[in-house]
């Protein structure tokens, strides 16, 4: 779900449209969802999990 409203976001922003209220909605709800689940796996709060995922994407030697 957070990567479809994701490509949907950027396939709207190359062709200069809005996404919907619903769709924006939407693909909040999702990602907050999302961090409820991982803080509780991972013993972190929720607000804080953007963050630690970007810290530890930054850390993989991909």
């Known amino acids: 779900m957070i990567k479809t409203c994701y490509v949907r976001q950027e396939d709207h922003s190359d062709k200069r449209k809005l996404l919907t209220e619903r769709e924006r909605y939407q693909g909040k709800r999702a990602k907050e969802l999302l961090y409820e689940m991982l803080s509780k796996a991972l ?19 991909w």
């Open 43 to 61: 013993d972190q709060p929720a607000e804080k999990m953007e963050e630690y995922i970007q810290k530890h994407l930054k850390e993989v030697d």
